[in-house]
Nanobody, 120 residues
Framework: QVQLVESGGGLVQAGGSLRLSCASS????????MAWYRQAPGKERELVAR???????FYADSVTGRFTISRDNAKNTWYLQMNSLKPEDTAVYYC??????????????WGQGTLVTVSS
């Protein structure tokens, strides 16, 4: 089973930056989608950013222009660079991956989360 491990979370002041990493035990070149989700206190999980193997990216409206998702195939790791952080970015951030097993479907994998706290 492929395992995903997040790192890079912590406490930062508003306006600051953090870079989250998601290290995969498997070859991320086999992943069709790599993503970051977050769950803020009292709120449901939401998609933050997503990158496809093609390089196509997607960002939630709330983070576009501030966050950047990228990947490093050689390190089997993908990242979320978070700039201009706001208190409303405070959440547990989870990395997520989708590995295609056939053209019709695949397997979804989740990390255990890393806490990001942004103080005002």
């Amino acid at each position: 089973q492929v395992q995903l491990v997040e790192s890079g979370g912590g406490l930062v002041q508003a306006g600051g930056s953090l870079r989250l990493s998601c290290a995969s035990s498997g070859n991320i070149a086999r992943l069709s989608i790599m993503a970051w989700y977050r769950q803020a206190p009292g709120k449901e999980r939401e998609l933050v950013a997503r990158i496809r193997d093609s390089g196509e990216t997607f960002y939630a409206d709330s983070v576009t222009g501030r966050f950047t998702i990228s990947r490093d195939n050689a390190k089997n790791t993908w990242y979320l660079q978070m700039n201009s952080l706001k208190p409303e970015d405070t959440a547990v951030y989870y990395c997520n991956a989708y590995r295609r097993t056939s053209i019709e479907g695949g397997i979804e994998i989740w990390g255990q989360g890393t806490l990001v706290t942004v103080s005002s």
